[in-house]
């Protein structure tokens, strides 16, 4: 949180001048402004606010938790700002003393900055810069001040449990970025605090405080250029050391149906709905906060339709919702707070009895949905419009929240100059356009809900259990039940329950596998997992191989594109003794030589055995081919070469960086008793706790963060534009041909694509090669495909497609021929023919539903899609979006993707 500190000597001049500061005239056109980047990267920006009498300051340093790391959350920012605003205080006071300053000063921290802001009179603005620069230029960090911090930091979590706004802000922020360092809270943890020493506060600082991370910006009275020839002078010492700036980290809440629960020392429930909005950057912004305005107003607001909440009340508040879902017993016991506006979400919060939670929550998405279909009032439209435009202009007219949204609009848009135009942005969004944003804003997929829980006994009613099963409703994801569990220490649990099934099925999962390696460690996550099988810290190879034997237990690990699973199957009955085996191995391998041995040589025989799988073959040499510029063109086996050159400090520094709690998610689906696994997990897991941080997504040569989705990028080389090229990737004596021929397909976070596209695409490419391999025969009447398959992925950031068939050495020409044109048949044939389509849209859903029919299968889809999110952002059925692809989309999708089709021919080596 802001800490904000008035210096007492003053104070009393001080409010007297700020006070004045909210009355003087400061209208946005005609306003001077000047902007400049130095050549060393510094942001100088100075707005021109005549009348006023003090200046504001406000110096944002670009070091927060992009900086720390996109995986890890320890607070190294926040620690680092707190120095530095104490050494900042101590200086200031100095001056104060002698004459020379006079003013406020106050700091804080948001998720991708440090800001520190100062507001004096214009006389002193020269030494306040020169003073505040030196200090962050060369501070002392000392011993005394990081125990002082450290202190400050306890005091704020024994507090933090029972701040119900803050908890809720951190729960969501948890949940609906589950892929982005926004879902780490900005000051970190007490643990993490004690594990920090003052040398990484000093490396932390000398290697994010520097030129190309600072942006300063002033606003006053006072002549644009000038002062920012002082702030160029008081910051010539920086200079520019970082070797990328890292982007701001701007991207909206993507909302979903996903509910989160967490207990605290509160004494009534709490049930918070965030509906996503837009960033105050973004289009839509204005549209967005008329709605908040709206909603905040106390006026009866809107004429919902009647078969939402029946006839008798067409004019409805949130109150009236509440007790027509909870009955008037309960809401007398219920308080509605008015909803709040944050960046880029607006938040409806009620306190209730916990018992009442599950109503209560579904009420209020009743209450938002019904939003869509109101009756909206032009004149309550215009009338909110004018409240924000109002609030906007006093926003103007004070020199330090000018500052501070200026610097804000550095950081998110590096814009200077947006605050300016807010009002107008606000003018426009006439009432049509309000109704419109309101139609899209107050859906299903927009609206994530948190529940905050006192620590209660563990027992529950069947009336509780009711109560659960309606809130699970709100989930929406494919297959539930699905309820979810969030350890202390960040693990999160999904159990899935299928009464009756003959098995239960659990599945360790992480974000990392085939996108996180490079040549050099290629095959690093598929030797972990075989580490990982070997032996534990407390358990020999014999002893863990007899306890997995007890258990029914056959642990097996896979490396996927984007992730890394530890998976086994086991009776139900066996279930809480597996779940304890498979954490002690996910949490606690033991790396040995002997271990590592036995891994290599199990690596090296599955490399060997790879030359002889055409699927396997296919795969990867479509793989190689599409992405020359790695990650998702290396072998998940590794090469011949990374395996000899595997040592033990890789592997652990793979587990050291991507096997951390917050980190895993773990499914547990079957007839499975909840409370004994979970139980065994809590036992097992105790010891596995968040590690010191590591930035390795952004040290890694093959990653680009960004602030947009997707988040995270893999690069591709230039000449994407790869067309019919055949190479012979990989060869062994056979006497066949292999040859593979896809495209590249959108990412799973990109909008502008449905997510069914890859299921229907690889429908499609099935019935083109079913027809192909029917009407493709020699002389004799023989079928000249020996076989066929055709597969492919979507993941976080891209995706693929892909057709393969062996044909003998003599049709290899014509067969690579014949596929690309099967290739670019079938993606034609989607955009244009309505029939095929409909037939392929029905053989996708039923691949999706054979698939799932599996329970192993149905299991990892689900492990997948939470551990990204994508239960957030595709919360409808899979039947749902297979039926509404159009042409339209299709072509949207495949226009730059399809375009060139990419072959690789595997023959014989001469």
């Known amino acids: 949180m802001p800490v904000s500190t008035h210096l007492t000597y003053r104070s009393l001049v001080t409010a007297a001048l700020c006070a004045a500061v909210a009355v003087a005239p400061c209208g946005a056109a005609g306003r001077a402004a000047y902007t400049e980047v130095t050549d060393a990267g510094l942001g100088v920006h100075v707005a021109a606010v005549p009348g006023s009498p003090v200046v504001a300051v406000r110096i944002s340093v670009r070091g927060g938790l992009l900086a720390e790391g996109a995986y890890a959350g320890s607070g190294l920012a926040q620690a680092v700002r707190e120095m530095l605003f104490l050494e900042i205080m101590r200086v200031l006071r100095a001056e104060e003393a002698t004459g020379a300053y006079m003013g406020s000063v106050s700091a804080g921290s948001t998720h991708d900055a440090a800001w520190f802001s100062v507001v004096t009179p214009r006389d002193t603005l020269g030494g306040a810069l020169r003073a505040v620069a030196a200090v962050l230029n060369a501070p002392q960090l000392s011993v005394d001040d990081w125990r002082a911090v450290r202190e400050q930091a306890g005091r704020r979590a024994a507090t933090r449990e029972r701040d ?69 002078t008081a910051f010539a010492a920086f200079r520019r050391r970082a070797a990328t700036a890292l982007p701001a980290c701007v991207s909206p809440l993507t909302g979903g149906p996903r509910r989160i629960e967490r207990l605290a020392a509160i004494t009534q429930a709490h049930v918070c709905v965030a509906v996503s909005t837009a960033g105050a950057f973004m289009p839509g912004a204005a549209e967005a906060e008329v709605i908040a305005a709206l909603l905040r107003h106390d006026a009866p607001l809107f004429t919902p339709p009647s078969r939402a909440f029946g006839r008798a009340r067409q004019e409805q508040s949130l109150g009236d919702a ?328 890789v592997l652990e520094r793979t587990h050291h960086d991507f096997i951390t709690p917050r980190n895993t998610t773990i499914l547990i689906a079957g007839d499975v008793d909840e409370a004994a696994v979970e139980t065994a997990f809590r036992a097992s897991l105790k010891r596995f706790v968040e590690r010191e941080k590591s930035d390795y997504f952004i040290s890694h040569g093959v990653f680009q963060l960004h602030g947009t989705p997707p988040y995270l990028t893999v690069r591709l080389p230039a000449d994407a534009a790869r067309t019919n090229a055949a190479a012979a990737l990989f060869a062994a004596p056979r006497d066949d041909v292999l040859v593979t021929c896809g495209i590249p397909l959108p990412g799973m976070n990109d909008t502008n694509a449905p997510p069914a596209l890859l299921d229907v695409v690889r429908a499609a490419l099935r019935t083109e090669l079913d027809a192909l391999r029917a009407e493709w025969r020699d002389l004799e009447n023989t079928p000249v495909i020996a076989s066929a398959g055709c597969d492919g992925a979507r993941v976080h950031d891209g995706g693929w497609a892909y057709v ?107």
Request: aromatic share 6%; net charge neutral; charged share 20%.
């Open 804 to 910: 393969y068939c062996t044909v003998s050495l003599a049709h290899g020409q014509e067969a690579t021929r014949r596929i690309q044109v099967l290739v670019a048949r079938a993606a034609d044939r989607l955009g244009t023919d309505a029939g095929f389509l409909d037939a392929v849209r029905r053989r996708a859903l039923f691949e999706h539903q054979a698939r799932l029919a599996a329970m192993p299968a149905a299991a990892e889809y689900i492990a997948l899609y939470a551990q990204f999110g994508y239960d957030t952002l595709y919360s409808r059925s899979f039947e749902t979006y297979a039926r509404n692809v159009t042409p339209a989309q299709i072509n949207s999708a495949l226009r730059d993707h399809a375009r060139f089709p990419v072959t690789a021919l595997i023959a014989p080596q001469d």
């Open 164 to 232: 119900v706004k803050a908890l809720l802000k951190e729960a969501l922020l948890e949940c609906v970025h589950p892929d982005d360092p926004l879902r780490f809270p900005i000051e970190g943890a007490p643990a993490q605090y004690a594990g920090l020493k003052v040398d990484d506060l000093k490396r932390f600082h000398a290697r994010e405080y520097t030129a190309d991370r600072l942006s300063v910006v002033v606003a006053g009275d006072v002549a644009p250029e000038a002062v920012a020839q002082e702030i160029k």
């Open 322 to 649: 509440v007790r027509m879902a909870c009955g008037e017993a309960v809401a007398a016991d219920v308080d509605t707070w008015r909803p709040v506006a944050g960046e880029g979400y607006v938040l409806v919060t009620v306190a209730c009895p916990p018992a009442a939670a599950g109503r209560v929550a579904a009420a209020v998405n009743a209450w938002l949905g019904a939003l869509t279909e109101c009756d909206w009032r032009d004149e309550d439209i215009i009338a909110a419009a004018k409240r924000c435009m109002v609030a906007r202009a006093a926003r103007l007219a004070s020199v330090e929240t000018l500052a501070e949204d200026m610097n804000a609009a550095v950081l998110c848009a590096q814009n200077a100059r947006l605050p300016d135009g807010a009002i107008e942005r606000i003018a426009a969004a006439t009432p049509g356009r309000v109704r419109a944003a309101c139609a899209s804003l107050m859906r299903p997929e927009r609206m994530t809900v948190v529940v905050l829980r006192p620590r209660v006994s563990a027992m529950r009613t069947d009336a509780e259990e009711a109560l659960l099963a309606q809130e699970r409703s709100l989930l929406g994801i494919e297959q539930a039940p699905l309820r979810r569990v969030m350890l202390e220490n960040g693990v999160t649990l999904l159990f899935r329950t299928a009464p009756g099934a003959p098995s239960v099925n659990i599945i360790f999962s992480a974000i990392g596998g085939l996108w996180c390696e490079n040549e050099y460690d290629n095959g690093a996550f598929a030797t972990l997992g075989r580490i990982m099988r070997h032996a534990t810290r407390t358990r020999e190879p014999g002893d863990l191989a007899r306890a997995c034997d007890a258990a029914g237990l056959a642990p097996q690990s896979a490396v996927r594109p984007n992730t890394f699973v530890l998976f086994g199957q086991c009776l139900p009955g066996d279930a809480p003794a597996a779940s304890r085996l498979l954490a002690e191995m996910w949490s606690e391998p033991r790396f040995d030589n002997a271990g590592l041995d036995a891994a290599i040589a199990a690596g090296a025989a599955a490399l060997g055995a790879q030359a002889d799988n055409a699927y396997s073959l296919a795969d990867l040499a479509f793989r190689s081919l599409l992405f020359t510029s790695r990650p998702y063109g290396l072998n998940e086996l590794g090469s011949p070469a990374s395996l000899r050159r595997m040592a033990l400090s």
